[in-house]
């Protein structure tokens, strides 16, 4: 695995066939990310909440936003089930 991003491929999926898991999806919000801001990770609530004082004392503004988990696969269930809680994590810096 050197050198590549352990959050995997698009939306961080896990690295695997094609840098996801198979039938797996989570893309980031691309009207987010053409207005600037970086898509940082995927987090419950609890680490939603550290990641956003981090970045709010590093000078970042941070958005929490619910995870479109409507491309998961039926395969996917148990996921989908336990990342019906997490939030996508967008900064960017303050203008």
């Known amino acids: 695995m ?35 801001w970086e898509w940082r990770g ?10 956003t004082e981090t970045y709010q004392e590093l000078g970042f503004e941070v958005r929490l936003e619910p995870l479109n988990l409507e491309q998961l696969s039926e395969d996917c269930q148990g996921c989908k089930d336990a990342l019906d809680s997490f939030s996508a994590v967008y900064v960017r810096r303050k203008t």
Do not use: I
């Open 42 to 51: 995927n987090a419950d609530e609890r680490r939603g909440r550290e990641m």
């Open 2 to 36: 050197g050198g590549e991003d352990p959050r995997g491929g698009e939306g961080g999926a896990a690295p695997g066939a094609a840098g996801a898991f198979a039938g797996c999806s989570l893309p980031h919000d691309h009207l987010l990310t053409d207005q600037g």
